[in-house]
């Protein structure tokens, strides 16, 4: 210690302490003055991209995608760092069409060092709906499946999933995809899974498959009672192997769940009992349908079964019927008017014709 403090005081030593000490102090003001340089040009470029940012944003707002375009290309220019920046630029990119840029700046925030997992998601699931939006489906596919594994109950990587699937029509995939969603998310997705269902039927039906097509809609059945195409569809199956009494069967279900759609079941009901060689039942299941509708197709769907009976009188009364109910329906003022010239009452079909006039959307007859 006693040599330390010998040592310091020297002349020249004392000097060199002095010189070392200023240069310490000289150098911290020096650091300090550069940092705070550094931190004051950072706070105005901050400024200037989160200034193009919200210009950006004001012109989604207006719908002026390119010079939204144009202001977060700028924002983006003055500071990279902001990823949402190039997210809301990689959407617009998308929106006019410009996949490979979109696609583009995706990548190049997935392969971004230290980007967190949710970013890294964000920008997958974009880069599976460029994908989709460019047709690649496959790609799109793979995005998306990444993005899965990250978070495998986001509903939106769940949703472009199914979308993809219907795309392909790979019915069972949305079919297990639609089982994902249900389970995470409330509301009532029976129909949409019947949907699917159907179209596996319609599927197996079109490769020759009738035992796969007939599960199908008989599962979409089990799983939406009222699933309606998946009745018609049962139906149709039973008349293609004349089984015409499960045909029939299936079709009335039509009218028991949605009265108003019976007219769907009309003509394949009287092809059933046509082949079975009485079609009276026919006439029975529209009397019995018209009395309990209100619906201005089942009066129409009588009033050719009963033309075609040449029951001329009753086809008028139930198109009388169905124009009671909706006066805009053109189809039965046009049959009406085609039945009344076919028995010579030409006044009363010339008056049925000038009210169907102003009905029939046509400016230069009004």
Known sequence: MQ?????????????????????????????????YRKEKSTRVLRRESDKAFFKGIQYILSNDRDQAIEEFTKSVQINSDTIETYVALGNLYRSKGDIDRAIRIRQSIILRPNIDE?????????????????GFMNRALEALHQALQKDP????????????????????????????????????????????????????????????AKSCYQKAISIDETCLDAHLHLGDLYFLKQEYKKAVS?????????PQFSFLAYRRLEGAYGEMKNLKPVEDFLRECAASSSDAFTHMALARYLYNEQDFQGAIRE??????LDPSFWEARKFKG?????????????????????????????
């Open 3 to 35: 040599q330390l403090w010998d040592w310091f005081l020297e002349p020249t030593h004392q000097q060199l302490c002095l010189i070392i000490l200023i240069s310490l102090i000289l150098g911290g003001l020096a650091g300090r003055f550069l940092s």
């Open 250 to 258: 299936a079709w009335k279900k039509v009218v028991q769940i949605a």
């Open 319 to 324: 198109l009388d019927s169905a124009l009671a």
């Open 338 to 366: 085609e039945i009344l010239l076919k028995q010579g009452r030409k006044e009363e079909a010339l008056a049925a014709y000038e009210d169907l006039i102003p009905r029939l959307n046509v400016p230069y007859l009004k």
């Open 118 to 134: 949710g970013s890294k998601t964000r920008a997958l699931i974009d880069l599976g709906l460029d994908y989709r939006k460019g």
């Open 153 to 212: 109950t986001n509903l939106e990587v769940l949703d472009g999933l199914e979308k993809i699937y219907e795309d392909l029509r790979d019915w069972e995939n949305a079919f297990a995809t639609r089982q994902k969603i249900a389970k995470g998310s409330r509301g009532n997705h029976k129909h949409v899974l019947a949907h699917y269902q159907v179209e596996l039927g319609k599927a197996g039906l079109e490769k020759g498959d009738l035992s796969q």
